[in-house]
Nanobody, 115 residues
């Protein structure tokens, strides 16, 4: 199992930037991919980005131009850089770690974008 703790959310004006962090602990070597999801008020959780063990990144089409997922292997941390924030980016952003025998989630971090 892997334990995940997100941080970096907050209140930001439209057009601003945030960098979310997801610190992982536990069976790190068993993780195949790490992803970010978000859930806006009244909506279902949606996938936004994934980075694989090999470092390949994948993005939801609608955010690809503004979101960047990266990782720091030395610190077991995955980041999500969000630029040019829009009010519709307002959501709870959660980190996910997928392994062959587990699927772990963090508690989430709130991102609120004011217009």
């Amino acid at each position: 199992q892997v334990q995940l703790v997100e941080s970096g959310g907050g209140l930001v004006q439209a057009g601003g930037s945030l960098r979310l962090s997801c610190a992982a602990s536990g069976s790190i070597l068993s993780v195949n991919a790490m992803s970010w999801y978000r859930q806006a008020p009244g909506k279902q959780r949606e996938w936004v980005a994934t980075i694989t063990r090999g470092g390949t990144a994948y993005y939801k089409n609608s955010v690809q131009a503004r979101f960047t997922i990266s990782r720091d292997n030395a610190n077991n941390t995955v980041y999500l850089q969000i630029d040019s924030l829009k009010p519709e980016d307002t959501a709870v952003y959660s980190c996910n770690a997928e392994g062959s025998s587990f699927n772990s989630w963090g508690q989430g971090t709130q991102v609120t974008v004011s217009s």
